[in-house]
C-alpha cells in the first residue's frame, strides 16, 4: 500500500490568527458530571504548527477536554481559547478555525465518501463548486478516489476513519482535534494515518491529539501532557518525560543462579548505582553521560565467570514514565473512572 | 441566510439518504396502503359511519389515516437524529460553524418532502379503492397544505424526542406508546359518537379530531366548524412549544 503521506499542496492551513500567541490554550479548565469530576483544574499550550499529545487512561479526562476546547461543551470554571477565541465567548467564529476528528468516525454511512465531504464542507460555509472541487481532492490524496462514488457504510474501518479526518480538514482549518484517531485501527491503517497526521502538521497545521497508545504520543507529539484524574499531571517533550523517570538501565540476563555474582562485578564499576537483582536479570541505573558502559559491563563479567544470555541498555519508555507519575501502567482500566462524555 | 443554506444542506443529506435506504421508503409505501386496505375490507362493513355523512368508508377513512400518517411522518426524525447522537455525526455538526438549528431544520424540513409522498400515495390507493373529493381543487390544496404544515408540526416533536431517548428502539415504542392512543381516540377510523362517554370526551377535544375533521371539511365538503382554524392553531401551538425544547435539547446534546 503506497503512502498517505501526501497531502494536497493547495491544503497548506491558514496561519494562526494572533500568530504571536498559543494557538490552543487552557487555563483551569473545570468540569463535572454530576458527581464524576471530568476536568480538575487543567491547563494546556500548545504552540501554532506543534502536536501536543494529550495522553492518559480511560476516563482521565482527555475526551472532555476535546469536547471542551472544541466548544461541545462548557467548562464549570476555567478559560480557553484557540486561535485566541474564547471557547464560550467566541464559540461561533471558533469552530470556523478547528477541525475535530474522533474516535467514532462521524460519517454519515449512506453519503458517499465525496458526498460527506460536500456537505461538510457547505456546513463550514464554502460554495458547493469548491467544497467538490476541495473534497476531490483530499479524496485523492487519502486515497479514497476510488471509493468517492460509494456509501461509506461499504468502508472498511481504516478507510471511514481516512474519511472523519478528511472531513475535519475540508475548510482547511489551522487547528485540528484528534480523539483517538488509531483506536481500534489495525497496524497498517495505524502507520498510514500517522504519516497523514505529520504530513498535516508539515504543512504548518496545530494538532491536539488524544491518545492511549504511548508510541503514538512518541512518534507524532512535540510535547506531550500526562492527564490522570481531570489533571496534568507532567508536561513536555517525550525526552523530557523520559528524563524524570531517570536515565539509561543496563539490564543484563545471566545463565543459572549467577545473577549475585553479576551484581557484585557490576557494582564494582564506577559511577553506576546499586544493582538489583530479579531472579536471572540484574538491573543497574547508568548516570546519563557515562560511556563505554557495555565494554567494561561485559569485561567485567567476562572476568568473573559469569555466563551472559543477555546484554542491553535500555532507554526507558513512556510505560515507565506513565508507571512512576501514576503508579500504574497506561492500559489499566481496573482503576479509572467512567469516562464522562 | 446561513439558517437558510445550512438547513438546506442538511435537508438534501436526509433525502438523499431516504434513497439509500430503501427499506425505509418501504416502510412509507406500503405500509400506509396496507392499512388502508386492512380497514376498509376487514372493519369497513362493520363500522356504522355518523348519520349524515355522505358517502362509503372509503371516503370517511382516507382522510382519518391520512392525518394519521402524517403524525407518524416525524418518525423518521426521531430515529434519525437519534442514530446521528449516538454515531458522533451530531458533534461532528455541533463543531462546525453552522446555524445552531439547521440541524433540526433541515431534518423536519425533509420530513415535509416524505410527507408529501406518503400523501400522494395514500391519496392515490384511496381514488383506486372508491374515494372520491366532493369539493373544489383550491380546497383540496388547501387540505394538503393543511397536512403539511400538521405534520411539520409534529416532526419537532419527534426531533425532541429523538434527542431525549437512549435508542433508536425507544424512540420507537415511545413513539407507538403516544401516537397509537392519540390517533385511534378520535374521528380518524370511527365515528366518535360510538366510543364511551370518557372516550367520547377526548376524542372530541383531541387534535387528531379536529385535524381530521378539517381534512373531511376540505375534501369531503364535510361541515367545517372551526375544525380548519383549530388545526392550524393546534399545529403553530406545537411549533411553539417543540421547537424551541428541541433547539434548546440540541445546543446541549452531549453525543455519548
Known amino acids: 500500500m503506497p503512502s498517505l503521506t501526501a497531502v494536497p499542496t493547495t491544503a497548506a492551513a491558514k496561519p494562526p490568527d494572533r500568530s504571536t500567541g498559543p494557538a490552543i490554550r487552557a487555563t483551569g479548565l473545570r468540569k463535572s458530571f454530576g458527581d464524576v469530576v471530568a476536568l480538575d483544574g487543567v491547563d494546556l499550550e500548545v504552540a501554532p504548527g506543534t502536536v501536543l499529545g494529550l495522553l492518559g487512561p480511560n476516563g482521565a479526562g482527555k475526551t472532555t477536554a476535546v469536547r471542551v476546547l472544541t466548544t461541545l461543551l462548557r467548562p464549570d470554571a476555567g478559560e480557553a481559547s484557540v486561535c485566541g477565541l474564547d471557547v464560550v465567548a467566541d464559540a461561533g467564529e471558533l469552530r470556523s478555525r478547528i477541525g475535530l476528528a474522533g474516535q467514532y468516525a462521524a460519517v454519515d454511512e449512506n453519503l458517499t465518501g465525496l458526498e460527506n465531504l460536500v456537505m461538510v464542507g457547505r456546513l463550514y460555509g464554502m460554495s458547493r463548486r469548491d467544497a467538490k472541487a476541495r473534497g476531490g481532492e483530499l479524496l485523492e490524496s487519502f486515497e479514497l478516489d476510488e471509493a468517492a462514488s460509494r456509501p461509506a457504510k461499504t468502508y472498511s474501518g481504516g478507510m471511514r476513519r481516512r474519511l472523519d479526518l478528511a472531513a475535519a480538514l475540508v475548510a482547511k482549518p489551522p487547528v485540528i482535534f484528534l480523539d483517538e484517531p488509531t483506536t481500534g485501527l489495525d497496524p497498517r491503517s495505524r502507520l498510514a494515518l500517522w504519516g497523514t497526521i505529520e504530513a498535516l502538521v508539515a504543512e504548518g497545521t496545530t494538532v491536539l491529539l488524544t491518545t492511549q497508545y504511548l508510541d503514538e504520543a512518541d512518534r507524532l507529539a512535540d510535547a506531550i501532557a500526562v492527564i490522570d484524574h481531570g489533571r496534568v499531571i507532567a508536561e513536555g517533550t517525550s525526552d523530557e518525560l523520559k528524563a524524570r523517570v531517570g536515565g539509561e538501565r543496563l539490564e543484563v540476563r545471566v545463565a543459572g543462579d549467577q545473577a549475585e555474582r553479576a551484581a557484585e562485578a557490576l557494582a564494582a564499576m564506577s559511577g553506576v548505582e546499586a544493582p538489583t537483582v530479579d531472579g536471572a536479570s540484574v538491573t543497574v541505573a547508568v548516570p546519563s553521560g557515562r560511556s563505554g558502559i557495555i565494554v567494561e559491563a561485559v569485561r567485567r563479567l567476562d572476568q568473573a565467570g559469569v555466563e551472559v544470555d543477555d546484554l542491553g541498555l535500555r532507554r526507558p519508555t513512556l510505560d515507565d514514565v506513565f508507571l512512576t507519575l501514576t503508579g500504574r501502567v497506561a492500559d489499566d482500566e481496573t482503576t479509572t473512572t467512567q469516562e464522562a462524555a | ?256
Open chain 2, 1 to 256: 441566510m446561513a439558517l437558510v443554506t445550512d438547513t438546506a444542506v442538511v435537508a438534501e443529506r436526509n433525502l438523499i439518504r431516504l434513497t439509500r435506504a430503501p427499506d425505509l421508503l418501504l416502510a412509507f409505501t406500503i405500509q400506509p396502503v396496507m392499512f388502508v386496505l386492512l380497514f376498509v375490507y376487514v372493519f369497513g362493513g362493520a363500522i356504522q359511519l355518523p348519520p349524515g355523512f355522505d358517502g362509503d368508508y372509503a371516503d370517511f377513512l382516507i382522510p382519518g389515516i391520512i392525518v394519521q400518517n402524517i403524525a407518524f411522518g416525524g418518525f423518521v426524525t426521531a430515529l434519525g437524529l437519534n442514530e446521528d447522537l449516538s454515531k458522533g455525526l451530531i458533534d461532528r455538526f455541533r463543531s462546525l460553524p453552522m446555524a445552531r438549528p439547521a440541524v433540526l431544520a433541515g431534518r423536519t424540513l425533509a420530513d415535509v418532502f416524505t410527507n408529501l409522498l406518503s400523501l400522494v400515495i395514500l391519496v392515490i390507493t384511496g381514488l383506486v379503492i372508491g374515494f372520491s373529493f366532493a369539493t373544489g381543487l383550491g380546497e383540496i390544496l388547501a387540505g394538503v397544505g393543511l397536512m403539511l404544515l400538521f405534520g411539520y408540526a409534529f416532526s419537532w416533536v419527534f426531533a425532541l424526542l429523538g434527542l431525549l431517548v437512549s435508542s433508536p428502539e425507544s424512540a420507537n415504542s415511545l413513539g407507538f406508546l403516544a401516537v397509537f392512543p392519540l390517533t385511534f381516540i378520535s374521528s380518524a377510523f370511527v365515528p366518535v359518537e360510538s366510543m364511551p362517554a370518557a372516550l367520547e370526551w377526548f376524542a372530541e377535544v383531541n387534535p387528531f379530531t379536529i385535524a381530521v375533521d378539517a381534512m373531511r371539511a376540505l375534501w369531503l365538503g364535510a361541515p367545517a366548524g372551526n375544525a380548519v382554524w383549530g388545526t392550524v392553531v393546534w399545529s403553530f401551538i406545537i411549533l411553539a412549544v417543540f421547537a424551541p425544547l428541541a433547539v434548546a435539547r440540541y445546543r446541549r446534546a452531549a453525543g455519548r
